[in-house]
């Protein structure tokens, strides 16, 4: 599943008002509350907040990647947001992040949420992507962006199979 299909505009936040990890969480969630991707955000948040005691989902390099599989998911879905000034979200590398990306899997999904992080985690570590993300003044514009870095990595991972 291409990441263009579960990130619509409606759940993209261009400037995130959020100052800490726990307000980031709420505005995250209720973007995709307010898109109808949930069925219950009380209990998605819950298995958020699960997650997080676990281990950070800031990986690093400015960014975090919450994320929960559960039946509170109505839609699998992604939510895009971006703070200019950073946010502590109690990063692996401790600086704080800019680019957060929530995955929304619901409880049948098989593993296709862990493929997703997988493949936008891929992405993230390209630092000009990071930057065109940072700059871009549009929903469509980080769209388009995530697909053609999509495509192109998709194109290598073929050519990878081929030579093997």
């Known amino acids: 599943m291409k990441i263009t299909e579960l990130l619509k505009k ?30 219950d955000k009380a209990e998605y948040k819950k ?29 699998p879905a992604l939510c895009f947001g971006r703070s200019k000034q950073g946010i502590d979200y109690e990063s692996l590398d401790g600086s704080d992040a800019h680019i957060f990306f929530m995955i929304a899997a619901s409880e049948g999904a098989h593993n296709d949420h862990l493929d997703t992080l997988s493949r936008l985690s891929s992405l993230l570590m390209n630092e000009d992507f990071r930057k065109k993300l940072m700059e871009a003044s549009s929903e469509d514009e980080i769209l388009t962006l995530i697909d053609n870095q999509e495509k192109e990595y998709l194109k290598e991972q073929e050519t990878k199979k081929r030579r093997k």
Do not use: M, W
């Not at 997650?51 to 960014?63: A, C, K, L, N, V």
């Open 47 to 75: 298995a958020i907040l699960a997650r997080e005691e676990q281990f950070s989902t800031g990986i690093g390099d400015g960014i975090a990647i919450p994320h929960a599989k559960t039946s509170a998911v109505k839609v």
């Open 10 to 39: 409606d759940t993209i936040i261009l400037d995130l008002n959020s100052s800490t990890k726990s307000e980031v969480i709420d505005e995250l969630v209720n973007k995709l509350s307010y898109a109808g991707k949930l069925n």
